[in-house]
């Protein structure tokens, strides 16, 4: 599979000290990505968002878990899952655990996204993670 860029994927999960959610970030370094821009006409004139679809080749899923194994972890050190309502940026995030997207917009400046879906395909001749995503 074809790959053109880095992510990081932010998982939810339940920091017990602070009795908060946070998102934990995960960098996966090589995917495929590819943005579209969707617009529409309303009442209140024209409206656009981004629409992204990102592929995780099955080379870069070793330290991938299932989101009800991920959930039953009672520390997550270096595993990852892909859920809907999770976040992802374009890039490498160095910046440590954030509290949501909103955290995330004040300290990045490019491209953020929300999984909308997601699906495991491993099988076949070219195995993957397939997100769908939107800004």
Not at 34 to 39: E, F, I, M
Not at 45 to 74: H, K, M, V
Request: proline residues 4%; charged residues 25%.
């Amino acid at each position: 599979m074809l790959t053109n860029a880095k992510v990081t994927i932010f998982n939810q999960w339940p920091d017990r000290e602070s009795r908060k959610m946070v998102f934990i970030p995960h960098v996966i370094p090589k995917v495929w990505f590819h943005t579209n821009q969707k617009s529409t006409v309303g009442e209140n004139g024209l409206r656009s968002a981004d629409e992204y679809q990102i592929r995780i080749p099955y080379t870069e899923c070793a330290d991938w878990i299932t989101p009800d194994a991920f959930n039953r972890l009672t520390a997550v050190y270096g595993k990852w899952t892909v859920r809907n309502g999770d976040f992802f940026i374009l890039g490498e995030w160095d910046g440590g655990n954030v509290t949501g997207i909103e955290d995330i917009r004040k300290r990045f400046s490019g491209t953020i996204g929300k999984v909308l879906s997601h699906s495991e395909n491993f099988f076949g001749s070219s195995k993957h993670i397939r997100i769908g995503g939107g800004s």
